[in-house]
């Protein structure tokens, strides 16, 4: 149980183009998911958290509006890179809050790795 | 600033001795705590979680918690080549949030 998924799983995009990737829980409903990005030997960075039927809730230093959350259900969270730069080249992780027994556990997806040219 | 705080490495560990990893944490409000392995390239794993102090066991994993001294900790005994991975140390205070360390980087040699 407690699975996620993400798609795609690599993209290659010119630059100034826009990217969606999907973050799914397939085997339980997610009301909070969270948007991570990840540099090469770095820790990870939580980017949002998306709530479902709700805005999300972005960090700071993180423009909202060059990286767009949409949670329109209870296993499906878009994020989408607009107007992407070679910047935002990086390994972007999704993951679904999962409570149950009362415990409150996050499990993640298997990533997206965006290469921005 | 809340923070999580976790030796870099590598922690070089023998084949089938015992790898020992620490956390330290500053929000006294932690209430949860996680470990997660991530192989290079790859996207974290849960491998245990721990919410009252004490030890807690899973295979090959013990998990250590002191709440008193901000401190959770990470057995893995009989360590594995497959063991090596970098393991992040997550906290969880009120709210919904992980906060991460920066990971110490594991290395079984054969």
């Known amino acids: 149980g407690a699975v996620v998924s993400q798609h795609p799983s690599r993209v290659i995009c010119k630059s100034g183009t826009s990217v969606k990737i999907e973050c799914r829980s397939l085997d339980f409903q997610a009301t909070t998911m969270f948007w991570y990005r990840q540099f090469p030997k770095k820790s990870l960075m939580l980017m949002a958290t998306?709530?479902?039927?709700?805005?999300?809730?972005?960090e700071q230093g993180v423009e909202k509006d060059k990286f767009l959350i949409n949670h329109a259900s209870l296993t499906l969270s878009t994020l989408t890179v607009t107007s992407a730069h070679p910047e935002d080249s990086s390994f972007y992780i999704c993951?679904?809050?999962?409570?149950?027994?009362?415990?409150?556990?996050?499990?993640f997806g298997p990533g997206t790795r965006l290469t921005v040219l | 600033q809340k923070e999580v705080e976790q030796n870099s490495g590598p922690l070089s560990v023998p084949e089938g001795a015992i790898a020992s990893l620490n956390c330290t944490y500053s929000d006294r409000g932690s209430q949860s705590f996680f470990w997660y392995r991530q192989y290079s390239g790859k996207s974290p794993e849960l491998i245990m979680s721990i919410y009252s102090n004490g030890d807690k066991e899973d295979g090959r994993f013990t998990a250590q918690l002191n709440k008193a001294s901000q401190y959770v900790s990470l057995l893995i005994r009989d360590s594995q080549p497959s063991d090596s991975a970098t393991y992040l140390c997550?906290?969880?205070?009120?709210?919904?949030?992980?906060?991460f360390g920066g990971g110490t980087r594991v290395l079984v040699k054969p």
């Open positions: 998306s709530n479902e039927g709700s805005k999300a809730t972005y």
């Open positions: 997550a906290v969880k205070a009120a709210g919904n949030k992980l906060t």
């Open positions: 993951s679904a809050r999962a409570t149950s027994g009362g415990t409150d556990t996050q499990y």
